[in-house]
């Protein structure tokens, strides 16, 4: 059985293909979206809209199997 975050980590995927490369912030402030991955600020931010989309939408609406 997968784990809660588990879950949340295959929604970001799902969302971005590219949530696992890593990008790194420009010193300049720019963004480049064409090039793939995302910085850890992305990443994580991501990663928290999934848990609350996660925790309050699908959550209580699902029964975990025992055993």
């Known amino acids: 059985m997968k784990t809660r975050e588990q879950i949340i980590t295959s929604m970001c995927y799902t969302y ?10 420009d010193p300049g402030g720019y963004n480049f979206p064409s090039l793939a991955g995302m910085t850890e600020a992305e990443r994580r931010s991501l990663w928290n809209t999934m848990a609350q989309i996660f925790d309050n939408d699908i959550m209580p609406n699902m029964e975990f199997r025992h055993g």
């Open 16 to 25: 971005r293909h590219d949530y696992g490369l890593d990008k790194q912030e």
